[in-house]
T-cell receptor, first 113, second 111 residues
């Protein structure tokens, strides 16, 4: 199994540009999450989804949008990139109502210049 | 609001020593607690998961404990090795399935 796959691994954007960070998982996990990690900080939850067609805001949703049309995919969209969105973004998934661990992708390192 | 705190923020110890990393959380209504390892430039790898009804979990040289009533967890690493150098993150899963992370402890094992 590939687990959780994120693309791209690295990206540089100009202020005001838009882009979509892709995340897909092949474990049939209902729950998926997007986090951002800034230097020296823990992970902050941006958005999460408990199943296809259902999304909800986390701690830091402003400036981001998500969709969940399938169980496998959970893309994160930045509409108007700002320098404050320079960060490393992680996608994660796990089974609901279970004590199984979260599985993480390797992250997308995004710089906004 | 659930807050997760990890102490110390950074730790350097000589190879071979046993060590303890600490995690505290403010709301005891948790579903489980996980310890993760993160290597530089990489994602997170789950090390141990403790269910809210459990007191501890062990995997090899790692032992994690949980005291829900006092809002504390510890990660004990026995006979540390240079390969254990990484950032260790504690995360609490709330009963609404949101997962809250601490800021991590950067561990450096000196050869």
């Amino acid at each position: 199994n590939a687990g959780v796959t994120q693309t791209p691994k690295f990206r540089i954007l100009k202020i005001g540009q838009s882009m979509t960070l892709q995340c897909t998982q092949d474990m049939n996990h209902n729950y998926m999450y997007w986090y951002r990690q800034d230097p020296g900080m823990g992970l902050k939850l941006i958005y999460y989804s408990v199943g296809a067609g259902i999304t909800d805001k986390g701690e830091v949703p402003n400036g981001y949008n998500v969709s969940r049309s399938t169980t496998e995919d959970f893309p994160l969209r930045l509409e108007l990139a700002a320098p404050s969105q320079t960060s490393v973004y992680f996608c994660a998934s796990h089974r609901p109502n279970s004590n199984q661990p979260q599985h993480f992708g390797d992250g997308t390192r995004l710089s906004i210049l | 609001k659930q807050e997760v705190t990890q102490i110390p923020a950074a730790l350097s110890v000589p190879e071979g020593e046993n060590l303890v990393l600490n995690c505290s959380f403010t709301d005891s209504a948790i579903y489980n607690l996980q310890w993760f390892r993160q290597d530089p430039g990489k994602g997170l790898t789950s090390l141990l998961l403790i269910q809210s009804s459990q007191r501890e979990q062990t995997s090899g040289r790692l032992n994690a404990s949980l005291d829900k009533s006092s809002g504390r967890s510890t990660l004990y690493i026995a006979a540390s090795q240079p390969g254990d150098s990484a950032t260790y993150l504690c995360a609490v899963r709330r009963e609404d399935d949101k997962i809250i992370f601490g800021k991590g402890t950067r561990l450096h094992i000196l050869p």
